[in-house]
Structures are given as C-alpha cells and as structure tokens.
C-alpha cells in the first residue's frame, strides 16, 4: 500500500501517518518527491482498517499496489513519465536518439561525434568518461578529464549529455560538469549503493538492464532509486546474455511492451551493445521503435577502425544519419515523432562548417 | 566446395564428375534439383588442382562456400530465394501472414478460423492437426480427421495450408490432402530423419527454430533438407529459452538480419509462442516486420477463451483484422507490401455473410 | 488420479471401470504393465465421489497424485525403480557404469573397446550405430551393420549393448539384434512418436535430457514412455545449454537429487557429452556418483586421436580404468557398489590376452 | 608477458625496467607484492628483443603467459595458491567448511549460530551485515551493529569470520572491526572500483561467481584484485543463471576443475545459495568435494524457520552436524582431510554448555 500526501505536507504531518501505522505494528518508507510524499507501507496492508486516514485532510490518496515495486509501477501512475532534459523530453509521443562514441578519446573526436550527432538530428551526446573493463589492463577511460572534453564538445551545440557513473565517489565531479543524464551501467544494475545515492539526486537517470537480470529484477532496482526520491528514470534494454553466441547479446525486444505495461517510465534500446557489430545495429534500431521504444542509445564514431574500444560496433556519422533518417519513417508510421524539428532546426544552423570529408569511415 | 551443373546433366554426366574427385580421395554428396545438380564436396577441397573440371562441358559452375552450410548460404546464392505456394509468394518483396488456431478443434471452428484470415486480408491458414504436447494425457490432435476439417474450411477461400508434421509415417496423409505447407516443429528441428524425408518431397517447408538452438544449428538442419533437393524452404523464429520467465520465450529478432545476412531463404517469425500472451503479439509483430522479416505466423482463434489449446496467446479475429491494419503501415514504411492487394480482394469477394457476430471474443 | 488394478485383471473388468469413471464425464488412459494395469485419470478427479471403485474387488488401489507426472512420480511408487539388464541391476545400491565410443567404426575397434570396457570392470558397452549429426555431410553412422559389429564385439564378454535409436522405422531391427538398452538422445527427448513407440517395447530405455529441457519436461517424456506401457526407464542427465562456453554443456549436477526425489527412476549422466574433453571427465564423474547418480554413460575408445567422432572426449583404456578404480572408492564413501563384483570376476576370467599394448592412447 | 623482480627491488630499478619497456613503445602495470613486484607489459610483448633484461641482476624472471589473465593464471605460478586465515589454510590439502546464517539478525542468533558451526566441526562463521536485496522494501542488514555481534559470538572460540562487503565507503569499518576474510558477492564480482579497493588491502577476499558471468570474466576479476597486490583471493563458485527453474540456480560444478586447472587460486563452492532449499544442500556439497573444491560457503541457522532471509536454504545446527560427519568420508575418499583436527579439538574444549535443545529446528 502507498499513501500519497497532499503538496507541501510537512514533517510533523508525514509523522502523524507514520504514527498511526506504527499503531498496527506496521512501518513505511518515505519519498519526497518535489510534487508530494509517498509513503511505501513496509508489512501486511490488511492490518489496517479501512478510512484509517480518512481524518487526515493532507493525505491526497491511498493506492493499493499489488506489485513488489510500488513508485514506478504503472498501477500507482496511470500516465506516461515523461523526463524532461534541458527541455527535451524523454517518453511521450517523442524519441530521442542518443549518439556518440563508447569512450572519449580526445577533445578532437568528441567534437566530431558532437557534430556527426547534431548533423544526423539527434539531440543528446553520449561518451564514457568512467569505463567497466572486464581486463584490467586495458583503457579505463580518461576519467574527469573525459567528463571535460565530453562536456566542452556538446555546450557548442546545447547538446545535453549522457555518460556513466560507476563510484558513489565520483558524484561530486559528475555534479561539478553538470552532466545532464547519469547512466548507471548494467554490471551496477544492482549496485544497490550506488542506486540509492543517485536516487538522491535531482538528475535524470538512465538504468541499463543487468546482463543476465529478469524484468522484475530490474525494476525493482528502479525502484531503488524512486524510493530515495528521484523519479526521473528511463530504463535500457542493451541485451541479454543467452547460449546464442552469434551476437553479442540477445536483444530482448518484448522487454519493450512489457515494461510499458508494467511501469509508467520511458523505456529506451541499446542496439550498438545488444548487437555487437554496426551492421546490425540498424535493424535492431527498427525493430526497437515499432516494438514502442522511447529512444535508442546508439554507438558512433568519427573513425570507428580507430576507435579505442568496441569500434566494430560503432556507426559512422554517414551511417547515423542514414539510420535517423530511416528511423524517422517508421516512428511516423507508429504514430510517433523522432527528435523534435525545433531544437533539430536550431542545431542544424550551428552546425556551418561540418563537411563530410572529415569522417571518413 | 560445390560443383553446379549445367540443366539436364545424366547420370553418367554425374558419375564422371565423382570419379574424378574421387582420383584425389575426396567424396560428394549429390543434390538434385529441378533447375540442375549439385555436387557437395565432402573433405578438404584443396587437394584438387585448379581447373580440374575446365574440360567437362556439363560443369556450369564451381563456387568456393567458406560455412559449413553450402546450398542455403548466401554465398552460394546471393539472390533471394522466393518461395511460391499456390502463386502466392513468401520471400522478395512481399511479406505474408499466415494465421489460425493452434489446433484444428472442429469443422465450424476452422470455418470461422478461416474467415477470420480472410477478413483480416491474410492468406494462408494454419492449425494443427498432430500436436506435439508437453503431456501424454493431453490433446494429440484430431490426426487425419484434423487434416480433412483443414483443408475442407481452406478450400472455400482457396487458402494454402500450414500444418505440421511429426512422424515420416504420416507423409502419405500429408499428401493425401495436400497439404499446401509443411510445418517442422520447434521439437523436430534436429530429427533428422525427418528433415531427410521432407527433403525429399516437392512441397515447402517451414523450419522452426529448436527451442535452443543456435543460429548456426539451424542452418545446418535446413541444410539437411536441400542437401536432399528441396529448397523451397522457410525459416521461422519462434522465440529462444532463456533465464526470462515473465513471457513464454524470448523472441530473438536479431536472427531475422543474421539469417538474412547468412542465407538466401525467407525468414519468418511466430510471435505468439514467443510472446505467449495475446496482448504482446502486436508490438513483437511490429518489431518482427521492421526488422525485416518476411512472414508472421500468427495463432487466432474465433473464441480465444474456448480454444483446446494455447488459447492465452490466440488473437480474436478483430484482433487480427486491426494489427494487420497496423502491420501494412509499418511494412511500406520499410518499402515493404503486405499481402498480395489482387488476391486478397478475390477473397473478399467470396466473404459474402461473415458477420462479426459469429466471433464474439 | 490413478486407478490400479489387481493382476491379471482382464478387459472386461477394466471396461466396467472406465465405464463407471465415464458417467461422471472422464476418461481413462489404460497402461497395461506386466505386474498390474494402470488407468490414469484424465480431467477433474473431484467430480467421483468418495468409494466409487470400493466394490470393485479387482481394483487394488486409488492414489491421487498432485504432480502432472503420475507413473513415474515417486508419489505414485514409493521404492526405487532397479532396471534388470541381463541380471545385471541399474538403480538400487549398485552403480553401473557403460562405457564405449562415440561410434561404432571397425570389428577391431570395438572388439579393443569391449576388452577396455572388461579389463577397467565395466558392466556395460555402448557404441553408436545411427548417429545424429548436426552437418548432412558427416558421417552419420555405419546404421545396421554397426549394430552388428556391436553386438559381435559384446557377445564375446556377454556385455549387454546400449546404443541410440532416432527412427521408429529402425525398431525391428534394434529387435532383430537383440540390443538390450534402447538410447533415446537429447534431440529426441521431445520427439513424441519415438517415445511413444518404445513405450510399447519391452526392453528397457534410457531417456537422455533435451539440451535445453526443464526438468519437467524431461519427466512428463519419461512419463509418454511409461504410459504405453514401459516402466523401465533410465534418466541420463548430459549437461545443459547455457551462456559458459568454456565447457560443451553444464552439467546439471542438481538435477540428480531432484530427480530421485521427483521420481522413482535410476538416474545416470553422461559425463563426456557434459564437459566434452576428456580430462574434465574424472571431475564430473566423480561429481555425479557423489551427488547420488546410479550410473555414468562414458565415452571411451582404444584411440581417441583416431576416432570417427568425438574423440577429444573419449578416455583411454588406461583412463577409464584408471576412473573405475577412483570411482569405486568414492561411492564406498557414499555407502554404494560399483558393478557386480561377480560378474566383474567372470568377466576377467574371460579376458585372457588382452594387453595394454594394444592400446597405445 | 610478466616481469618478476627479485625480492626488495626498490622503486628506482623499477623505473629502470619501465623505462627499457617504454623505448619499444610499451607500457606495464607495476603489482607489489610482499615477496617480489610483478610487471605486467601492457601491449605486444614481441617488440621486445630476447633476453633485453639480461643485464638487469634485480629481474628474477620473464614468463610469458598466454592468458588474458596473467598472475592468478596456472601459467604464471605452477604452485597452488594456499590462502592462511589466523593460521587456518584455505586450499592445498585441507577442505574448509564455512558455516553461518545468511543474515547476522540478534547477538542471540550469532551466538547460537557460532556454537553449532563449532559443534560441527567447521572453523569459519559466515554472517551478512550488510544485505544486497532485490527489494528496497526488505530487510537491509543490521550494518555496522551487524558487523559487531558478528565479531562478538565469533571471538569466543577464536572462529575467524567471513563477511560481505558492498560499498568502498565502509571498508574502514571492516578494518576496524577486524573482519577475517571479505566477501565480494555475486551482484558485485564486476564492480571494478570495488575490486581494485580490496585488491590494496592485506585481508584474504572471496570472490563469487557473477550470476551469469563466464568463467573467464571471473577469472579477470580475480585478476583486477591480484593486479593491485592483493593474492590471497579464494574464487566462490555459488550457481548460474539459466532456463531451469526447479532450483534457485544450476550449480556449474564444472567450473571447479576448470578453475584449477586455468587459476592457481584456491575453489570454494555455495551449495546453498545454488540450490536455494536446504534439502538439497548435501547432494550439492557431496559433489562439490568430489569434484575437487578447496571448502565450502554453507547457510546455517539455529531456527531456520524463523530467518528473517533466505531460511528456506539454511540447515539446522543438526543437519550442518551430520552432513559434516558424512563429507569427512567423502574428502577421505579423494585424499583430502576437512577441516584441521587440532583446531577442530581446540574449538570443541571450549564448547562446554551447547545442548541440542537448544536449536529446535
């Protein structure tokens, strides 16, 4: 059971209800939430007698949610989450395209991905500062100074940002560059510490499925970080580990409908790490969006032969465009748009001196 | 290594072609086929000097194969393989539903079945008439009394007929009737024996993915079917096991590009015993088409609720008539055509008193 | 529900049951054992009221059985199933182990490979004479006249023979030949027919587990078996498909206890086909006799680098009685016999000049 | 390739190696460790011209190793790896039997719970204080409270203690505290910025499988600790994810051959949390030894029906007892001893008050 406050109820009300509940042995956790307060009931909701808060004028509604997760589960919220970053939003009758390279390599690549991704129209840039390598002698990503130049190539363009956090210690830098999207990878699915600190942020975040984790599983991790107050989640499908070893992972496209079904929260697609080489990717981006994907997050590069890791599954600028432009049939034909023609058309006239001579594949 | 003739080449033609690669310890296995023969080389194809078959006239071609699968590789045949059934296409261009219940249940069931298709604007029927079941003391199929109900209901609307077999010694039945298509189940997909025997035959097979088969498998056992001459031969993704237990299977639509990529056959997905669940069947259908599939195979029911089996997954014939509504947008969005626009109006015609009515859901 | 009979009950009497189970809208599934007949519940067995049978004096005994599995269910027959192979006992305190190669090649190579299986003190050979195969263009087996080079290479040690039967087209002649344990493998484990018509043999089966078959699966196909009439079934767990590719398959060494807790049948596993190299196969052996298997199904060959098959998981003469010799320690511990320590001695007895040179590994 | 130094090489010889490496364009990662520091090159060792450290008296050795993983690899270090705990050794000839409650709930439970591990045989206490749970909603572990009663009901009989550790922020708190051997679970094995903080510590680490991670994954996070200094990793083998759901998950008792062969490290495995209910528990153990494992990770519980998690896979302070008694028998039987009798001795003086009574199950 939730009970959902009225806005700007106050401490000494929250205890009141906390109170009353304690009375049959009962207790809740508490979400703040900039719009109201939910209180989880933690125990047997049978206990309580019915209208046991009918008396309290602060409490705006008491649900009953027959799932293990209360906040993002769609029986509590009925209508679509939609995140909103720098004023793009994420869910809706919109899909955004996220696109860059797996790892910032120099500030030289990071602004040809910026502009590989503005020419394609895509509106959010992505690149790993803070990388999760399976061997620890290859590259772990440049680090802070990766945060820098991911940050410098995307403010030419307003793009807003997405990059990983993997270290509750790195908040604070993360925070200081003003990422404007916080992924958390899939092998911190459940990296629980690490769910609720960011559940305590006011940053939108992006939850990777864990490599082998079931649905349930993984929404519960959503919930991790609804429950510590932040709401702002969008979950990515990248694949899942099975026997097949044709790709690198099976894209699990019924992970779509059935998280929209079972959750309020914008669910996007990983193509580039489910697929494994850039060949596929675009089916799978297709397959994605008229399964009912909210987005995609794609791999691209300048260069992908010289990429420093996970090159062959990298689009180049020439291949992303082709996709988007692909892409952007089938959205229609599902009822649905892709990017957003203003703030595409404000970037485009930014975008002067792009040449396709610089990309060679 | 494989070694293509010339149309019309004998017998005698094929015994020199042997005897020579017999010179250097090396066998073939011969493949007959309508439009000529193909010798598969059996061992290590170096061992024959170059030009080894320049002087015999009846030699039209010898092609290097790299995989282990030779006839169904893309390169052996870059074309698309096209197959006909009853002049309605499966492969190249056009996409094609074939839809109806898991098992043929009674004469006026696969009558509403096939109305239900043809109102829908698809083409082919399907039921099952020797079911494959978990249990023993479960529904087996009404056997040849299912064919006969089958084919009586598809004959009125000139449907071809999808069906499965399990057994070689119900071969003869299957001719009989004249079954249109013959189905191999998820089950048989490594029975040889039968694989040998339905290559044998001059009708067109579907071959479901095994339950966890690799990609790579299941090439070979359509391989097991042309190796024996028939290539009229359709792929069907059926959805794989997994650690997933929140849908029946995991529909794997990354097949859909790796086959396309691998082989010249049509390839088509089945995404009721994937989804397992009615209300999923469209989005995974969706996903299927933009991902490039060729075909559906869709389970529908005139009574979902009253089906003898496998009815959570049936869809009801509105259901039916609206995602294909949906699917028609979605494949020319692709540059795709749904059906065949000619026949399905001559069909039409022939619906004269089918009222919604009969299918109260 | 099931319906026992006492022996020797004839037709008519089975006749009066199924009609008086039949006014209450159920139907029967007869299986004819040779102790007993068995008449299994078909529907809802609420619907008979208490004492229906209670004047019937050749019925023995009603048992409701919860499981979907019901002759094989260890609810249904408390004491464990011992299958009498030519007086030898599989299941019970003795472990009986069955060794032999992938295929059966040449006379001489399985004449060495009964003197292995003799000199290390093994009961049982194996050998494949029809081989499924994943390529059409490998050597699917020597068919009937490895049969013959089977049983002539056992004969001469009395060695009853197991080997894998893919076709019921094939069943006279597994009669004809005398084998004495019909194997079922792992891509027949779902294949209906065959179990249905081995289920009409009197000679005893071994029911490989599907690649990617739950356990329940695995019974309710032991069950198709049992229910025409065939109780003496032997499971042989083979390992499982997953997502490790460092190893052929997992073996699944929990499935053990859970089967002889589910059901009352001798359980084995195949070590070789689990780990698929050789030198994992002690490990695995020993595993499996610890964790409670009444038998293993080993690959051995009197010169794994030259087999036809398979070679890099057969053990040597030398290894496997190297394994025998570990192996008879290890189930000591578990408080059980490895072989018949009589038949082993008459065995020896016959193994006069047999020498370790012939088997050079 | 790996660069041994002899013992006490100081800072500036080892720039001197560096500095050789870096004139042919390669880079190592500098491991100190008490007896010598390894380099490990990071690139194409044959850029190196042979014996280019011959001159260096201060290189001990050059040992190229052919494995992604180079210092716990087989390769590098023939000899096994015996972990000692407060004098106890892990690996080599002894089994080791790590025994306790899932969750440290009250000083009572710990108490009980540390006298039955005693009473058994068993040297080691295992208890969680902080709990990974899929759920916000659960019980999250009593943390650092945990930590001490932990600590506490070990200390009385000099049990050393194994706990897990989920966050880089409390690892001050295990120092403190003293605990013996940190745990890195499932859910974190590739939590790198985890790994690397126990890699710099001085206290023995058990590393459990990831859920569906490779072998070779694991592997490499062993490796991510050792490459920081730290050896003394003992690898937890606690079950896989895959298709079947009769058990919690499938023991891979594959994997402890493999490891041993490929890792010098020491094997550990966790029957409970792979079997998931505590009857199946013995089978898994029995096998587990017999397949070569160093010792055990075993949920005990004085009342595992009043657990406050995961009781359904507890023994009872009785059943921990007999099944100890009986893998004596079976560790004899592979020629290992469990346990160290003098210890075991020690520890059963000071066991003077327990009664049976009081563990009612």
Chains 1, 2, 3, 4 share one sequence.
Not at 35 to 51: E, S
Not at 218 to 245: D, K, P, V
Not at 278 to 287: E, F, N
Request: aromatic content about 6%; charged content about 20%; overall charge neutral.
């Amino acid at each position: 059971m939730t009970i959902i406050t009225k806005p700007n109820t106050n401490s000494e009300q929250i205890a009141i209800i906390q109170a009353r509940v304690a009375d049959f042995g009962l207790q809740t956790t508490v979400v703040r939430r900039s719009q109201n307060t939910v209180l989880c009931l933690i125990g047997d909701a049978k206990r309580l007698p019915d209208g046991v808060f009918s008396d309290l004028d602060f409490v705006e509604a008491v649900k009953f949610v027959s799932k293990p997760y209360k906040l993002v589960s769609r029986e509590f919220q009925q209508e679509d989450t939609v995140v909103k970053v720098k004023g793009v939003p994420i869910g809706g009758k919109a899909i955004q395209i996220i696109a860059g390279p797996c790892s910032v390599e120099t500030p030289e690549q990071m602004q040809a991905s910026a502009e590989a991704v503005v020419a394609a129209g895509a509106l959010f840039l992505r690149g790993g500062a803070f990388k999760p390598r399976t061997s620890p002698y290859t590259f772990q990503g440049h680090g802070e100074k990766g945060l820098e130049y991911l940050i410098e190539a995307a403010s030419e363009y307003d793009l807003p940002v997405v990059t990983e956090l993997m270290d509750v210690r790195d908040i604070d830098k993360f925070l200081k560059y003003g990422v404007d999207v916080i992924q958390i990878g899939t092998r911190n699915m459940q990296n629980f510490q690490l769910l609720k600190e960011v559940g305590r942020l006011d940053v939108p975040v992006i939850l990777k499925r864990g490599m082998s984790a079931t649905i349930k599983e993984w929404i519960m991790s959503a919930e991790y970080i609804a429950a510590c107050g932040n709401t702002n989640i969008i979950l990515a499908e990248r694949g899942i580990r099975t026997f097949e070893s044709a790709y690198r992972n099976v894209l699990d496209v019924s992970a779509i409908p059935f998280l929209k079904r079972e959750t309020h929260l914008p669910v996007i697609v990983d193509p580039s790490h489910a697929g494994g080489q850039s060949w596929i990717v675009p089916a799978l981006s297709h397959a994605a969006i008229a399964a009912g994907a909210d987005g995609l997050l794609i791999e691209s590069h300048p260069n992908p032969a010289q990429a420093w890791s996970d090159g062959e599954q990298a689009l180049t600028p020439q291949e992303l465009k082709t996709l988007m432009d692909e892409l952007r049939i089938v959205a229609r034909a599902r009822g649905r748009d892709l990017g957003q023609s203003n703030v595409v058309q404000a970037n485009a006239h930014r975008l002067k001196d792009l040449t396709k001579q610089q990309y060679a594949a």
